[in-house]
T-cell receptor, first 113, second 112 residues
Framework: NAGVTQTPKFQVLKTGQSMTLQCAQD?????MYWYRQDPGMGLRLIYY???????DKGEVPNGYNVSRLNKREFSLRLESAAPSQTSVYFC????????????FGPGTRLTVT | KNQVEQSPQSLIILEGKNCTLQ??????????LRWYKQDTGRGPVSLTI?????NTKSNGRYTATLDADTKQSSLHITASQLSDSASYIC???????????FGTGTQLKVEL
């Protein structure tokens, strides 16, 4: 089992460009999450999907959109990238809500110039 | 506001020594507390999860304690190894929902 996979590993964008971060899990988990990690700050939730077909905003959703494509895949889209979105992005999955263990992917390091 | 504070921010110890990392939280309602290990350039990996009724939990050389009355937790690492060099993150879950509150982590370096 690969667990949680993310693509790409690294990306550099110019301000205003768009891109989609991909995430997939092979653990048959119901819930999936997108976080960002910035220096000196704890991980912050951007969006989550409690189950296939549903998505909800987290703590810092502005500037992002998500799609729960199917039970396995959850993508994060930046429509018009800004330097403030320079960060490391992690996807995670779990069987259900916050009481369950979350399994994290390896991360995508994004730089917006 | 839900908060998780960790101390120290960073720590350097010699291989073979023990160390203890601290976590204080003001999260309500409380569901569980987790400790994660994050190696440089990788995603966090769970070490332990403790519910309200558990006050000690071990995972190999890692032992976590929880005092729900004082809202404090600690992670004790025994006989440290070079591979223990990482960031250790304390995370608290509220009851229900999908929200976790993350600490900023303690950066541990184990040296020869």
């Amino acid at each position: 089992n690969a667990g949680v996979t993310q693509t790409p590993k690294f990306q550099v964008l110019k301000t205003g460009q768009s891109m989609t971060l991909q995430c997939a899990q092979d653990m048959n988990h119901n819930s999936m999450y997108w976080y960002r990690q910035d220096p000196g700050m704890g991980l912050r939730l951007i969006y989550y999907s409690a189950s296939e077909g549903t998505t909800d905003k987290g703590e810092v959703p502005n500037g992002y959109n998500v799609s729960r494509l199917n039970k396995r895949e959850f993508s994060l889209r930046l429509e018009s990238a800004a330097p403030s979105q320079t960060s490391v992005y992690f996807c995670a999955s779990s069987e259900g809500g916050a009481v369950y263990e979350q399994y994290f992917g390896p991360g995508t390091r994004l730089t917006v110039t | 506001k839900n908060q998780v504070e960790q101390s120290p921010q960073s720590l350097i110890i010699l291989e073979g020594k023990n160390c203890t990392l601290q976590c204080n939280y003001t999260v309500s309602p409380f569901s569980n507390l987790r400790w994660y290990k994050q190696d440089t350039g990788r995603g966090p990996v769970s070490l332990t999860i403790m519910t309200f009724s558990e006050n000690t939990k071990s995972n190999g050389r890692y032992t976590a304690t929880l005092d729900a009355d004082t809202k404090q937790s600690s992670l004790h690492i025994t006989a440290s190894q070079l591979s223990d060099s990482a960031s250790y993150i304390c995370v608290v879950s509220t009851g229900g929902g999908n929200k976790l509150t993350f600490g900023t982590g303690t950066q541990l370096k184990v040296e020869l």
